[in-house]
């Protein structure tokens, strides 16, 4: 009993260490279509602390004038007449450049 109790500790408190990855805010602009056009706007020590600078950067973008959108809380999409910039937060193990079904 002893035993499968600390087993599911290990498993309990492995899974939400892996979880705490660090996370990445990527960066494109007026290439809607164009996956090579991500790039690595900065970085983050979890989730939180990204989708939080995104939520922050919504608000001062929409201050300036422009349209704000949102896929989903990680990702947000800002129009203006001087064109469309993407941001989105992703773990640092998710490359968006990469063919779908693989990691970096």
Not at 45 to 65: H, M, P, Q, T, Y
């Amino acid at each position: 009993m002893a035993a499968s109790i600390i087993a599911f500790l290990i498993v309990v408190f492995a899974s939400s260490a892996s979880a705490e990855c660090a996370w990445i805010m990527w960066n494109r602009a007026n290439e809607q279509t164009a996956l090579d056009a991500w790039t690595i706007f900065t970085a983050f020590g979890n989730r939180k602390a990204c989708v939080r600078e995104l939520d922050s950067r919504a608000k001062e973008w929409k201050k300036s004038g422009w349209t704000i959108g949102f896929d989903g809380d990680a990702r947000m999409t800002a129009k203006s007449k001087a064109g469309v910039h993407e941001l989105m937060c992703l773990p640092d193990s998710t490359d968006p450049r990469a063919p779908k079904g693989s990691r970096r």
